[in-house]
């Protein structure tokens, strides 16, 4: 069974500090996202990586920005955390394809105060 | 611009009911279409894809290119299919844009 594994449930980070969200997947995927989902607004992707250091801006990434080193693992950074990026945050992995399903982490909630 | 429309935040129906959950998109190129599903304290998941035509959980939908639609429908809700439901668009590059959600309540 594919695992996402996220490395914290729930966060509590002060503005201006910045902040590392870990993800992990152990099914040698290509393919990995971050998203973040807020109510009303559903699930907005904000960087995907379909290669190990390769990353691709989705429609939300500015305040963030990610990291590939190894296949397995895709990180997402917040240089400097702000109230507005308090939200639940998705880790995705998928093998290449059009028509592969995603499989999603349990998430992180992050809360900026 | 691609995008995944869902008009509906909040969907009730009793139990037996049969439910429809809109989803329309825009998107230039031929696209390929899912549904996911979110219960409650529960991952994200796939519940079906438009390329496999297959029914899950007694959920079908059919992808109407001429009305740019993948509504997702069930004959008669059970109250375990209380959950929210996203519809999701996968283009080229294999980027997956997501709706807003809808949030199916059902009712004993």
């Known amino acids: 069974d594919v695992k996402v594994t996220q490395s914290s449930r729930y966060l509590v980070k002060r503005t201006g500090e910045k902040v590392f969200l870990e993800c992990v997947q152990d099914?040698?995927?290509?393919?990995m996202f971050w998203y973040r989902q807020d109510p009303g607004l559903g699930l907005r992707l904000i960087y995907f990586?379909?290669?190990?250091?390769?990353?691709e801006k989705g429609d939300i990434p500015e305040g963030y920005s990610v990291s590939r080193e190894k296949k397995e693992r895709f990180s997402l950074i917040l240089e400097s955390a702000s109230t507005n990026q308090t939200s639940m945050y998705l880790c995705?992995?998928?093998?290449?394809?059009?028509?592969?399903?995603?499989?999603f982490g349990s998430g992180t909630q992050l809360s900026v105060l | 611009a691609q995008r995944v429309t869902q008009p509906e935040k909040l969907l009730s129906v009793f139990k037996g009911a049969p439910v429809e959950l809109k989803c329309n998109y825009s998107?230039?190129?031929?696209?390929?279409l899912f549904w996911y599903v979110q219960y409650s304290r529960q991952r994200l998941q796939l519940l079906l894809r438009?390329?496999s035509r297959e029914s899950i959980k007694g959920f079908t939908a059919d992808l109407n290119k001429g009305e740019t639609s993948f509504h997702l429908k069930k004959p008669f809700a059970q109250e375990e299919d209380s959950a929210m439901y996203y519809c999701a668009l996968r283009h080229n590059t294999d980027k997956l844009i997501f709706g807003t959600g809808t949030r199916l309540q059902v009712f004993p």
């Open positions: 438009h390329i």
């Open positions: 099914m040698d995927h290509e393919n």
């Open positions: 990586s379909y290669d190990v250091k390769m990353k």
């Open positions: 995705a992995s998928s093998p290449p394809g059009r028509d592969e399903k995603l499989f």
């Open positions: 998107y230039s190129g031929s696209p390929e």
